[in-house]
């Protein structure tokens, strides 16, 4: 079989089966298999598979028929340029987090720059820790906690971390949202929060205000969940996804309890879903939030909430 008859009839199974896509899904399979840049398989298009090629390839055509995702079959995707591996352990980083990872990198970054040579910051339901490997790149002066309450999303994060070479300058915790850490004058360690530092040192684990808290955190209406793609439902954790019965459960929260954990002048920033928008800035309106911008994705839908705890804010430090 040609590498042109390899993709054609695998475009027409994956339709089959309902697979977006399937011409592109066909190609990105191929050519990871064999090695080489999508748009090469054009130049190849007559060249023949070997039997161990197409065996292996089928096999990865037949995994993506079942509806897992493309980037499971592949082991990994790209975030921001950071080669990011992905498994059943945490959610698949998507496209539209990259402009929330890029908003954060660049506000911390003139905070560093401007003000404070030891800037910290807070990503909370880190997942496959994509946005603080982003920021600890981005923004190397940048002193970074992540925290998940899934034992195994924190492991595949820290693998993810030493694989971008940042391990050693993120804390990783385990808690259920803001547990890891206490506010200024309290004991600084719950009993049962285990510190996980990257690089296995104990170096500073518990920060306890922060100049950026970002988050993208589950916000799925529960009973959507059963609605959305196979490759969404079946695959992505269901505690990555939950966000209770109207999806806002995490909003309410963080309006409720992160302002102690903000420095003076910080900033919350906040993946939401589509067609929320509303509903998380009146959340955070009447906790007395001041919600500076609602920012949009590349397909112009609002999805980021930028905002300051007006009882603390001690003027405006740009942003
Ligand atoms: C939508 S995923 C985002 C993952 C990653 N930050 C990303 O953008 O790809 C939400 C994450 O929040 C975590 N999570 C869910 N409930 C949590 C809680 N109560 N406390 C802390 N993390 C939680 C999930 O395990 C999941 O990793």
Known sequence: ???????????????????????????????????????????????????????????????????????????????????????????????????????????????????????????????????????AAKCPSAKIAATDVSPGALALARDNAAKNKVAGRIAFLQGDGFA???????????????????????????????????SNPPYIPSAEIETLQPEVRDYDPREALDGGADGLDFYRRFAAQAKPFLKPDGKLMLEFGDGQAEAVRRIFENEKWIVEAVKEDYS???????ATAASRSRGNTGG
């Not at 899904?25 to 130049?43: D, M, N, T």
């Not at 498994?87 to 980083?93: D, E, G, K, M």
Request: charged residues 25%; glycine residues 6%; contains cysteine.
């Open 300 to 306: 112009q839908r609002a999805r980021i909430l930028i």
């Open 1 to 135: 079989m040609t590498v042109l008859e390899a993709i054609q009839k695998s475009a027409d199974f994956l339709a089959g089966r309902g697979v977006e896509s399937p011409r592109l899904q066909a190609e990105l399979l191929l050519a990871h298999r064999l090695g080489l840049p999508r748009l090469k398989l054009y130049l190849n298009f007559e060249r023949a598979l070997t039997v161990a090629e197409t065996d292996a390839f089928r096999e990865w055509v037949r995994r993506r028929s079942r509806r897992e995702p493309l980037q499971h079959i592949l082991g990994s995707t790209s975030f921001c340029g950071f080669d990011i591996a992905v498994s059943r352990r945490a959610l698949v980083p998507r496209p539209e987090t990259e402009l929330l990872a890029e908003l954060g990198w660049k506000w911390l970054a003139r905070r560093a720059s401007a003000n404070a040579p030891d800037v910290t910051a807070l990503d909370l339901g880190t997942g496959s820790g994509c946005i603080a490997i982003a920021l």
């Open 180 to 214: 890891a850490f206490r506010p200024a004058g309290q004991v600084a360690q719950a009993p049962n929060q285990k510190p996980e530092n990257g690089d296995g040192d104990s170096e500073d684990p518990l920060l306890q205000e922060f100049d950026l808290i970002i």
